[in-house]
């Protein structure tokens, strides 16, 4: 791995270094960086034709950071899956039957953390920050996020909805 670590490292390189040879105008080098940063992410085949069928070089690059966001989500989502299953005991990975509780990270949520919130369907997971302290009000949370489009909306956080929350590290 170090290896193909070292073999991109002298790609981007030789890359940046001769980029204003190979692309002397902006709508070139945008071209030329999108489909460097589509090797360096290493997109697979159906996002490699979106790309190339892509005539804008901005959108292009999009198209490359929307993959990378979903890949860094996942490895993310993995470690956090891994830390949780080697953190708890025997006893607690049991079934556990009753009512759904709050995850354990809900009770370190505080102004200012991040947070997803699956809206729906068409708008899928959201980002938002919290705007203020989490009130307990009975068995859930009344949480107060500001979105990404600067939407600002108090939710609720009950046990039987808590796929629709997930912290952001």
Known sequence: QQNKAEEMAAVFDIFR???????????????????????????DNDVRREMLSTTSGT?????????????????????????????????????????????????????GTKVEYFWNEIEGWCKGTLMEDPVMIVDELLVSVMFEDGETHKLPFRGDEKVRWRPMF
């Open 17 to 43: 270094s001769s980029l204003l040879d190979i692309a002397p105008s902006k709508m070139e080098r945008l071209y030329s960086v999108g489909i460097m940063a589509g090797e360096f992410a290493g997109v």
């Open 59 to 111: 959108g292009r690059l999009r198209i490359v950071l929307k993959e990378a966001e979903k890949r860094i989500s996942m490895v993310q989502t993995k470690k956090l899956t891994e830390q949780i299953v080697n953190e708890s005991d025997e006893d607690s990975k049991d079934l556990q039957i009753g009512e759904p509780t709050l995850p354990p990270w809900a009770k370190s949520m505080k102004k």
